[in-house]
């Protein structure tokens, strides 16, 4: 590619925060390379950046994909398309590039970034390396440190939207150390906020039992800071979701599901938009590519993973069936599914053809949005048959 297509059909945007985002948004975790994933080709990224600048899509990436290098790379594509990008009126990245990023994996006695890849031999969400004398304002340099560090991989000095991509817990345990995200997080984002470094602030993979004390810290935060504070919040969060009823791990999602319950009631009171990422991977909207592969760092066994692969792979065609009778393909009907109930989904496409007909989905809200009761019942005749799986699986557990 060598031109922008300025009259290419626009994705519609809605607010967040004091910026807009598209109403889905392109993930670049398969961007990470190795060890999490294959590095994509960097021509297949220049074409996925290109379209994405013409059809006005939001990026999502985050330092702990390849350790930085999903936002390098990012970068890295535009470098490519700059001439281009500036002829088609795109001078200001500010205004035509919106990306998202997080923060919060990180190993601060060492400094080191963790991964995905990480987690099992010691997971980075956990601050168990940290000294003990590690406290909130600790946190808050090291927040405002990533901030910087990111900018730096972007070569942008402004970032859309930036949250905290896990909760922050101590020692390795389980409990959220509330103390460092109200008193270190939030404050090194109201800090961003008051210097109109961040467009919009938000935590992932959260419930309501940490959400409503954090909303409130901001909310305090905003009004102590005068003017400059003015519409400092929690804009948004970013949790797991499908329209399957399913967790990334094959179970409920409980008190994290952003669609149903507390969770999502709070978040319609409180104007807090709510994005779902794996709306694609973990079910029948999209079969499992290849042979099956055991994943060591989920808790079911492998009989039981391999089972769940052989169940998914089998009920896909229902799914392709319905789909195809709204005009659509199954991947399609899942995105659109997820924006006709208000949520932002986060998919991700490194392969142009996929990552086109994955933007078309919101061309399909309407269709999709007149046939839920259809595709309920789909997901829950899909959800009782995962059930029984795991449910024999827990039975062979306590014998």
């Known amino acids: ?26 993930g670049w975790w398969q961007a990470g390379g190795p060890p999490y994933f294959p590095l994509s080709d960097i021509n297949d990224l ?4 290109q379209i994405c600048a013409e059809r006005g899509v939001t990026h999502d990436c985050a330092p702990a994909y390849g350790k930085g290098l999903s936002e390098m790379l990012m970068y890295v594509s535009y470098c490519y398309l700059e001439n281009a990008w500036r002829a088609a009126g795109l001078c200001s990245r500010r205004e035509g590039d919106p990306i998202f990023t997080k923060c919060g994996l990180y ?3 060492d400094g080191r970034m963790g991964t995905h890849a990480d987690m099992h031999r010691s997971p980075d ?5 940290a000294p003990e004398s590690v406290g909130p304002e600790d946190v808050q340099q090291l927040i405002l440190r990533e901030f910087e560090a990111s900018c730096t991989r972007l070569n942008i000095d402004y970032i859309h939207g930036y949250m905290l991509h896990w909760p922050l817990t101590k020692g390795g345990g389980t409990e959220p150390a509330m103390d460092w995200m109200l008193e270190g997080v939030l404050p090194a984002f109201a800090r961003l906020w008051r210097d109109k470094r961040v467009g919009a602030i938000g935590f992932a993979n959260i419930d309501l039992k940490i ?14 800071m005068g003017p ?33 319950g507390e969770l999502a009631d709070f978040c319609a009171r409180e104007n807090i938009t709510r994005m779902a990422y794996s709306s694609l991977g973990h079910g029948p909207p999209i079969p499992p590519a290849g042979p099956f592969v055991y994943v060591d760092h989920w808790p079911q066994p492998r009989e039981q993973q391999r089972e769940m692969y052989e169940y998914r792979k089998a009920f896909h065609a229902k799914f ?5 009778a709204l005009g659509c393909a199954s991947p399609q009907m899942g995105l659109a599914w997820l924006m006709a109930h208000d949520l932002v989904p986060v998919f991700s496409a490194t392969n142009v053809k996929f990552l086109v007909e994955d933007i078309d989905s919101v061309n399909y809200i309407d269709a999709v949005r007149s046939a839920l009761p259809r595709i ?7 959800r009782a048959g995962l059930g029984h799986i795991v449910a024999r699986y827990q039975t062979r557990a306590k014998w």
């Open 1 to 26: 590619m060598t031109s922008f297509h300025p009259n290419a059909p626009k994705v519609p945007t809605r607010p967040v925060g004091r910026i807009r985002t598209s109403i889905l948004q392109l």
């Open 46 to 49: 220049i074409e996925v950046r």
């Open 107 to 109: 190993w601060p006695r």
């Open 125 to 129: 969400r956990h601050l168990g390396r």
């Open 211 to 224: 959400l409503a004390p954090l909303q409130k810290k901001a909310r305090e935060l905003a009004q102590a």
């Open 228 to 260: 400059d504070g003015e519409g400092f919040a929690v804009h948004f969060i970013q949790n797991d979701r499908s329209m399957l009823g399913v967790d990334v791990h094959g179970g409920p999602f409980g008190a994290r599901d952003i669609l149903h």
């Open 320 to 324: 392709a069936a319905l789909a195809a």
């Open 376 to 382: 309920e019942a789909l997901c829950e005749e899909y």
